[in-house]
């Protein structure tokens, strides 16, 4: 385990100590000069030779759980048995689990959820398919795929170690928007066993949520996804970054006086989150787009051998700039980054018009730090959660899924991400609305009911939704 890890956090130290040849004291004294704080102590096991105890201890230095580590493996008759922290604590046996809505509780109940009568439910599926969105989990349930090649910052750290996340997603859909999801992680990354395995799991679901699988392989399984299934299908690190985003930048126009038509904008980092941003600003009415990544500006005067990189050239930078980040922020009004942290100075910021806006999402370490141009910004938002104006994908999947599950809604089209974006926007008010202030937080109660009923709305307009709720 890194301690980098640990550091500034509380951790459990497991140790053994031999009665005969050491006193917990030593054990102690070795903890706290390498930088913890034992904040409580657990027996676990005694006898008559040896104790072993569960040792609650706080870092104060950065580097004590190596440290400590160290000076236990020194001492005799003392064993370090394992660390762990509350964390890993946390995701022991996994982080969800399934339960029955209703118990089993005599034969009665059996035969009812069961045998025999469950029969006369699979019949009238068989007759009418479309009662599996009434009769079984698929009306409230959401599949989180992943083939782990793409995890957080991680990189291709594949399917096994990319459950975690996964998991993590399954609780937020259930928390925020009382979406059943599950994760399940492929092992393969070929991009036709994967879009044919998730055809063959698509009966038993009402959504998919496509996660953390790597460029370009994400945007053909989506696109051949969405035409081959009659559910919605969603690619989170895409969409999701772009709806939230697009709901930023609504606000931060509105901030600095601005109309989208007008506003020169400047995307760093072309990939999935990149494209589908860009996308999201010219269904939303976005003239005056340039992209820019490691080969510099992306222009049609080119050919690139990356497909998507040949789309983007195409439809943006109609002026056909040329040369890198800094030819291509020189005048422009507005810079969104996702791409690698670090990479954009106080210089490149000062070229562009006055009151810029400056998204960078790059996480974990921002394209710039706020503090260094928070001076001449007039709106900056980061991906980062101890920064204001996080741009963060859980103010956006929940409530479209759940928009889209409860209009049993074909497929996710632009106009219903376009209404998230603008149902995220719309939870903070004129008066609310400032510079540090552009984004609604995730646990806004607003956010997950505004986006549904948006989303709703959206897809009944555009004739892909099933069923019109009630309201």
Request: glycine share 8%.
């Amino acid at each position: 385990m890194k301690e980098r890890s640990m550091d500034g956090k509380t951790i459990i130290l497991r140790v053994e100590i031999d009665i005969q040849q050491a006193q917990f004291g030593k054990a102690a004294t070795a903890i706290e000069t390498a930088g913890g704080d034992i904040i409580a102590i657990d027996v676990i096991h005694t006898d008559k030779t040896k104790t072993i105890r569960d040792l609650t201890v706080k870092m104060t230095e950065a580097g004590a759980a190596d440290r400590i580590s160290s000076a236990l493996g020194t001492l005799p008759g003392i064993r370090l048995q394992h660390i762990s922290d509350r964390t890993f604590l946390l995701h022991l046996g996994g982080k969800i689990t399934v339960q029955p809505k209703t118990p089993i509780q005599n034969r009665d109940d059996l035969s009812r959820v069961y045998t025999p009568d469950v029969a006369r439910v699979c019949q009238a599926i068989e007759q009418d398919p479309s009662k599996a969105f009434t009769l079984t989990i698929k009306r409230n349930t959401v599949a989180v795929v992943s083939d782990g090649s793409a995890v957080l910052g991680l990189g291709n750290i594949g399917p096994y170690a990319a459950m975690p996340v996964m998991e993590g997603k399954a609780m937020l859909f259930k928390q925020f928007a009382d979406v059943d999801a599950f994760p399940i992680c492929l092992d393969t990354q070929d991009t036709e066993q994967i879009i044919q395995a998730v055809k063959q799991l698509a009966p038993g679901f009402g959504g998919i949520n496509l996660e953390d699988i790597s460029a370009p392989r994400c945007f053909e399984i989506e696109r051949r996804l969405r035409e081959e299934l009659d559910i919605p299908v969603f690619h989170d690190d895409q969409h999701g970054t772009a709806v939230v985003l697009f709901a930023a930048m609504l606000n931060a126009l509105k901030l600095t006086g601005r109309n989208i038509a007008g506003t020169r904008f400047v995307i760093c980092g072309i990939g999935a989150a990149g494209t589908a941003c860009t996308k999201m600003l010219l269904a939303g009415g976005a003239k005056h787009i340039i992209g820019v990544d490691r080969e510099g500006i992306l222009t049609a005067d080119r050919h690139y051998d990356n497909g998507m990189w040949q789309w983007y050239a195409e439809h943006t930078n109609a002026e056909k700039k040329a040369g890198h980040l800094a030819e291509a922020l020189a005048g422009a009004d507005v810079f969104i980054g996702v791409s690698a942290g670090g990479i954009l100075t106080r210089a490149h910021v000062e070229s562009m018009n006055a009151e810029p806006i400056v998204f960078a999402m790059a996480n974990p370490e921002p394209e710039i730090r706020p503090e260094l141009v928070e001076d001449i910004v007039a709106v900056f938002a980061t991906g980062r959660s101890d920064y204001p104006n996080q741009i963060n994908n859980v103010l956006c999947f929940p409530g479209i899924f759940r928009g889209a599950l409860d209009s049993r809604a074909t497929t996710v089209n632009e106009e219903m991400k376009l209404a998230a974006a603008e149902a995220i926007a719309s939870v903070i008010s004129d008066e609310e609305r400032s510079p540090m202030y552009i984004i609604p937080s995730v646990f806004n109660a607003k956010v997950v009911e505004e986006v549904r009923k948006r989303v709703i709305q959206a897809a009944i307009d555009s004739g892909v939704a099933r069923r019109h709720p009630r309201e």
